[in-house]
């Protein structure tokens, strides 16, 4: 059992998050401190600028950046975390774990600071869009680009969603069904203008 404990706790007995004291000092607590802000503070600063100035894209645009991005810190992060950088005998499932939360955490963190940079402050314009059908708990299903026939889900005020006489779809309805639907009425959709040219939903509304 000893030798067991010693594939995760040093063979010292130190703990792996400690200091190294063979090390300076500060080196180490700025790498513990700028690691936190991104583990913390990535998803916390995506989250929030996600729900404040949401991008006007496809859905499939959103996974496929995500994913993209998150593949591309995983890897990176080889380059910026050599083998050194993790406890002497810790399993090599548990690194490759480590490097897969660092992507989506640097995903976060970074979308989050575009998405507030790209809509922070900028002004408001209006459109009238079409809606084909809603889903719960409250998206709508609207031609988000007139004349364009492509749909986008967007979230809609709880009793803006209630009062639409217009067909439930269900989750993950191809967008080819989707843009087949007729016209179901009319939406007024608020959009910012992006410095970085990228829309963003404000919110939607009755014209």
């Not at 996600?50 to 645009?61: K, R």
């Not at 995983?74 to 406890?87: Q, T």
């Amino acid at each position: 059992m000893a030798g067991a404990q010693n594939v995760w706790w040093r063979p010292d007995g130190r703990s792996p998050f400690s200091l190294d004291p063979h090390k300076p000092v500060a080196p180490q607590v700025v790498s513990i401190v700028g690691q936190g802000l991104v583990i913390f503070g990535g998803p916390l600063l995506g989250l929030i600028a996600i729900e404040h100035y949401p991008p006007l894209v496809a859905d499939n645009t959103i996974y496929i950046v995500g994913a993209s991005s998150i593949a591309f810190w995983f890897i990176a992060s080889f380059a910026l975390f050599g083998a050194k950088s993790f406890p002497v005998g810790m399993p090599k499932s548990m690194e490759l774990m480590f490097r897969a939360g660092w992507g989506l955490c640097m995903t976060f963190l970074v979308v989050g600071i575009g998405l507030i940079v790209n809509g922070y402050g900028t002004p408001l314009i209006s459109r009238d869009v079409a809606i084909v059908s809603k889903r719960p708990p409250h998206y709508v299903e609207v031609r988000a680009w007139p004349p364009l026939p492509t749909v986008a889900e967007l979230g809609a005020p709880r009793e803006l969603y209630v009062h639409l006489p217009v067909p439930l779809s269900i989750v993950d309805t191809p967008q080819e069904q989707l843009a087949a639907l007729p016209d179901r009425g009319r939406l007024r959709l608020i959009v910012g203008q992006g410095r970085l040219g990228l829309e963003w939903m404000a919110t939607l509304e009755l014209p």
